[in-house]
Nanobody, 114 residues
Framework: QVQLVESGGDLVQPEGSLRLSCAAS????????MGWYRQAPGKQRELVAG???????VYADSVKDRFTISRDNEKNTLYLQMNSLKAEDTAVYYC????????WGQGTQVTVSS
């Protein structure tokens, strides 16, 4: 069974920081291109950051220079460091392949509010 388990979401004030983690199992993690996605109410799910199997990264313009995606292949874990958070970052955050596989984990809620 493939499992993607996101954690680290929280309620945080604007300009605050969070670090999200994604534990992957049931895949050969080290050879997969991965990404972080988010979905806010009433909006489509969007890719916010991607990382290739070789460690090359891409970011949506809305999070560039604020978020950093990384991976630890020895731990089969994907990370998203989120700095300078804004209210518009409020969403459920998911990890998945990039492009996405045909399944999703439960996600982790990030709420940015004063």
């Amino acid at each position: 069974q493939v499992q993607l388990v996101e954690s680290g979401g929280d309620l945080v004030q604007p300009e605050g920081s969070l670090r999200l983690s994604c534990a992957a199992s049931g895949i050969i993690f080290s050879i997969r291109d991965m990404g972080w996605y988010r979905q806010a109410p009433g909006k489509q799910r969007e890719l916010v950051a991607g990382i290739s199997s070789r460690g090359r990264t891409v970011y949506a313009d809305s999070v560039k220079d604020r978020f950093t995606i990384s991976r630890d292949n020895e731990k089969n874990t994907l990370y998203l460091q989120m700095n300078s958070l804004k209210a518009e970052d409020t969403a459920v955050y998911y990890c998945n392949g990039n492009p996405a596989f045909g399944y999703w984990g439960q996600g982790t809620q990030v709420t940015v509010s004063s």
